[in-house]
């Protein structure tokens, strides 16, 4: 069975930092690529970053360029998000997915709520 | 403000086909066959629900179904049930923003 399960949420204030994990299990966590998604409160999704399989190759969404870091180990199936400079308009649920190919997410995290607040 | 446009909602009795189009442009849908349609049932996890444009993964019912023409996708659902009230999502690569995006989202309302 395949499970994502993402830690390391909670409350932070404006211009601080947080680090999220995310543990997998159920595929072969280093033959893949991985992402992170967030979602704000009533909002849409937005897809914030991407990682390859050994971790060479990131991308990200303009918006968190700079602040966020994505990171993996692939000797502990761990998916990571560091996260600096955060703002208010930062808080959301955040989600780990796989992305199979070209951006599709076939599997999904429940996802970690961060608030950002003072 | 996404760069994909969906309508905020859409209603359909039982049994009903309805559809919810995602209008892009030539630097994302119209420049890629990696369009995907998601379904997320309010407090859960996003669920993939049509990739590459037309295709289903296991376990997605035939009633999903997806199409593309030019700059804008489409999702379908025919014999609209219960079950499929939820928020749909479509998804593509912006290659002007070297980022996938996602759509502003639209929630399907069963009657």
């Known amino acids: 069975e395949v499970e994502l399960v993402e830690s390391g949420g909670g409350l932070v204030q404006p211009g601080g930092s947080l680090r999220l994990s995310c543990a997998v299990s159920?595929?072969?966590?280093?033959?893949?690529?991985l992402a992170w998604v967030r979602q704000a409160p009533g909002q849409g999704l937005e897809w914030l970053a991407n990682?390859?399989?050994?971790?060479?190759?990131?991308n990200y969404v303009a918006s968190v360029k700079g602040r966020f870091t994505i990171s993996r180990d692939n000797a502990k199936n761990s998916l990571y998000l560091q996260m600096s400079s955060l703002k208010s308009e930062d808080t959301a649920v955040y989600f780990c997915t796989r992305d199979r190919a070209a951006g599709t997410h076939d599997y999904w995290g429940q996802g970690t709520l961060v608030t950002v607040s003072s | 403000q996404s760069v994909l446009t969906q309508p905020p909602s859409v209603s359909g009795a039982p049994g009903q086909r309805v559809t919810i189009s995602c209008t892009g442009s030539?630097?994302?849908?119209?420049?890629?066959?990696?369009v995907h349609w998601y379904q997320q049932v309010p407090g859960t996890a996003p669920k993939l629900l049509i990739y590459e444009i037309i295709n289903r993964p296991s376990g997605v019912p035939d009633r999903f179904s997806g199409s593309k023409s030019g700059t804008s996708a489409s999702l379908a659902i025919t014999g609209l049930q219960a079950e499929d009230e939820a928020d749909y999502y479509c998804q593509s690569h912006d290659i002007s923003l070297n980022a996938y995006v996602f759509g502003s989202g639209t929630k399907v309302t069963v009657l």
């Open positions: 159920g595929f072969t966590f280093s033959g893949s690529w």
């Open positions: 990682i390859n399989q050994d971790g060479s190759v990131k």
């Open positions: 030539s630097s994302n849908i119209g420049a890629s066959d990696h």
